[in-house]
């Protein structure tokens, strides 16, 4: 009477406890700088020349974990994740790296808002998954379970998960995920046992839990039933075989069937009662052809007048729709399948065949026998093994079942009142959909790996013995020899419990129950709202009262850069730790998360990794030029509370300001691409390519205000940035920290405050005025761009306002429009240069750059005249193409598509040549 449970309480009982850790919740503002020798030497403020990722990240890891900063604070005000667990067989995918990491950047961020944080790891025993490893193993011995024992089997499967399960918790660590790591579950642990034996003594005195014969779905490959979500229903091309059942006394009746071999369980023919064609038949007597069977053509309103021939042959055993059938008419039930998917004796002389050989060999004998009529190429939808992909059975066994009706109307209740809610809301349909129509869940599995079931029988009574307990004796009669149930619970039993179950449930005092649940949201993938989502938020309705998540996060799938899932066969998947190895840690973290929605999928390919990893080139490349320009250390006050005096600097203050109110809208709606979207958007244009340009003579000038502001604003990027790209941003935020009197306020970014929107800062009238500024430089240098120059610094810029407001701020800015616009001089005048000049107009200011003398006027008119008109002759194809009735009759939609948006590209680039060239004219 061994289960998996059990066995290993039995093997690690000397050091273990209930399961659950209760974690002295450390001070963190306690904890000391990070130093980075054993010397305690001064770091330098200075950055290396280049980021290297691979010197630089490891050690972030070590220094989190062992700072104990992944742990809860003391802080009242929780923020709680509990991790989807992995299987203990699995190896971290790009999709394991998509959802873990988006809870990564949830909880850090909610660490640096000041809440007590606990991310809660763990993985699954995966019940069918799992024991397929060792079952593997076992055969390369030449070896079966049933050869060494249930026990023996166990301890394999232990010493399997201690040595090679598990390992994509240490692939977590390495990406950076910021679980409680101490605090780590497994579905299989003692505490975690006594929930699931407690929930399933409870649903079973509640009478929800019941044995009984029904129709499940069988994997003959796994030998196991599965729940109706396990048998995952893909269309096929089939056949729909037509074939006569001789009536006793005379004559035929015609069935059409897509399982033939299913025939050899036949206990009735059915036709509808409304059905003329056969009226006459109802009651008489069929002769099965191949079996010395005899049974009764029978009516029944289930039957389809207008499908197949009218006429329905009844296998109870191996159909759901049959087997009501057969309950209505009392039909005997007969089982034509071993567990092996092979004919059993009830198949006459099929008996040892393959299911789909006697397929095969049914057809051939009815056909020998004159019977077959014909047979017709179908579609349909057949069920496969959720894990090894089997088709799967429709199969009569005796099974144990949760009656899930009671338990889906308190689940349907609590996401229409809002209280659990999915992003996207599209999500809602599919789950009141599936609630709506929810059916028995099968939970008996017949493997060895799980949680076994807590009954057992004794020959005194027919009824179950349940018990929270491992019995002994039968608590009826005393007697000792008294049988437990051989079947384990499906895996999604003991899931279902995993947001209360992993915190100390059934102990309605554990610490972490008490303090963190119910929990803030659950990231996970669209695939198993039904598997696992659902069940959860019924569970925890039904144990606790209340729901155990109030977001549902529902990410995309990765897809490759052809828009294909990944996967082995197709060998387009890509390993996270290989962009690693290449790429660095954020690189990965960085270019998932900017496409990370609500429920699109991602398209990435190797190549797309560099993305993140020149973000990262940027964000130190910027911190190198503002740490080189700090001469000596500052005062943090003063980096605290920036002065405004100049224009510049109350801009970017304000666009700061403007940058964290989108980004916390975004992140509270769960759009992170959004975020990233808004604070790349600040940190790359805004703050790198304009202010950083701007302000560098002032750099140049020691200008200790832009040293302030600049490293005000950088420092409060990283800080954003910092669960996003953690690694990057806590290496420069310490450099920072270097360089100010006082430091940072915190031992480390992680713990840092989040930045907050501070509205003293926010500057209409400074953002307008210098967005006037920058417009102009663009236009100056996109001039510049048309006509060869590209970024040198050359030119006069001759600019005539529109009215005195406008030149009174040119005249103000002319030295950040010089720096911006990278030319020799701007002026205001009221008249145009004479000569060449490249002309554009910005809110009704005429800007102008004279061209004489800094471009060849000549070539560059001859080259602009070339361009044009090879142009005009590739635009000139294009509109015969385009206006070619032929063409778009038959060419595909999207080549006719590119050739439209071709045309539109050709004559954006026409126009401004053709305007570039008349300035030269």
Known sequence: ????????????????????????????????????????????????????????????????????????????????????????????????????????????????QGYSTLWLPGVDHAGIATQHMVVQELAKE???????????????LWDWKKHKGGRIIEQLKEIGCSCDWERERFTLDEGYARAVREAFVRLFEEGLIYRGNYIINW?????????????????????????????????????????????????????????????????????????????????????DMAFGTGAVKITPAHDPNDFEIGLRHDLEQINILTPEGKINKSGGVFEGMDRFEARKAVVTALEEKGLMVKTVKHELSVGHCY??????????????????????????????????????DRWHGVYFNWLEKIRPWCISRQLWWGHRIPVWFCDCTDEPIVSREDLTECPHCGNTNIRQEEDVLDTWFSSWLWPFATMGWPDADAEDLKRFFPTDVLVTASEIIFFWVARMIMASEHFMGETPFHSIYIHGTVRDSQGRKMSKSLGNGIDPLDVIEKFGRDALRYTLLAQAGAGQDLFVDMDSFAQGRNFCNKLWNAGRLILGNVRGEMSAEAVKRPPTKHLIDRWILSKLQRAKEEADNALERYRLDEATTSLYRFFWNDFCDVYLEAVKPRFDAHDE???????????????????????????????????????????????????????????????????????????????????????????????????????????????????????????CSNSRPDGPVGTAVVSECIVN????????????????????????????????????????????????????????????????????????E
Not at 52 to 69: A, L, V
Not at 85 to 103: E, F, Y
Not at 393 to 421: C, H, I
């Open 142 to 156: 030449g070896k079966t379970k049933e050869d060494i024992g249930r026990e023996a089997f166990l301890e394999r």
């Open 219 to 303: 994997c003959p490959r796994c030998k196991t039933a599965l729940s109706d979500e396990e048998a995952e229903h893909q269309p096929i091309e089939g056949s729909l075989w037509h074939f006569k059942y001789p009536i006793e006394g005379g004559g035929f009746i015609e069935c059409a069937t897509t399982r033939p071999e299913t025939m050899l369980g036949d206990t009735a023919v059915a036709v509808n009662p409304n059905d003329p064609r056969y009226a006459d038949l109802i009651g008489k007597t069929v002769v099965h052809p191949l079996l010395d069977r005899k049974f009764e053509i029978i009516a029944d309103n289930y039957v």
């Open 849 to 920: 750059l004279p061209l004489s003398g800094i471009v060849d006027i000549e070539a560059e008119r001859e080259r602009l005249r070339k361009e044009i008109g090879r142009l005009k002759s590739v635009l000139a194809g294009v509109d015969k193409r385009l206006s070619n009735e032929d063409f778009l009759r038959n060419a595909p939609e999207e080549v006719i598509i590119n050739a439209k948006n071709q045309k539109e590209d050709i004559s954006l680039k026409l126009n401004k040549l053709e305007s570039a060239l008349n300035d030269f």
């Open 387 to 424: 894990r090894c992909k089997t088709i799967v059975e429709p199969y009569l066994s005796n099974q144990w079942f949760l009656e899930m009706r009671p338990l889906a109307e308190p689940a349907l209740a609590v996401v229409r009142r809002g209280l659990s809610k999915f992003y996207s």
């Open 1 to 112: 009477m061994v289960d998996a449970a059990q066995f290993q309480r039995s093997k690690r009982n000397s050091h273990l406890t209930d399961g659950y850790n209760i974690i002295k919740f450390t001070n963190l503002h306690k904890l000391k700088k990070f130093v980075p020798n054993k010397r305690n030497e001064k770091m330098s403020s200075e950055l290396s020349k280049t980021y290297d990722p691979k010197s630089s990240e490891p050690k972030w890891i070590k220094f989190w974990e062992e700072g104990g900063y992944f742990r809860p604070s003391e802080t009242d005000k929780t923020y709680s994740i509990v991790i989807p667990p992995p299987n203990v067989t699995d190896v971290l995918h790009i999709g394991h790296a998509l959802n873990n990491l988006i809870q990564d950047v949830l909880i850090r961020r909610a660490r640096m």
């Open 705 to 827: 205000d832009a040293s302030a502001v600049a490293l005000h604003v950088f420092e409060e990027v990283l800080r954003l940035w910092h669960p996003i790209i953690p690694f990057a941003t806590e290496e420069i935020w310490h450099k920072v920290g270097e360089v100010l009197i006082g430091g940072l306020g915190a031992p480390a970014c992680i713990i840092a405050k989040w930045p907050r929107v501070n509205h003293d800062y926010i500057d209409d009238g400074a953002e307008a005025e210098f967005d006037f500024i920058n417009e102009i430089a663009s236009e100056i240098r996109n001039i510049k761009n048309s006509v060869g120059i590209g970024n040198r610094r050359v030119g006069d810029v001759v600019i005539i306002p529109a009215d005195s407001a406008q030149e009174k701020i040119i005249d103000a800015h002319a030295g950040i429009l010089i720096a911006l616009a990278r030319v020799d001089s701007a002026v």
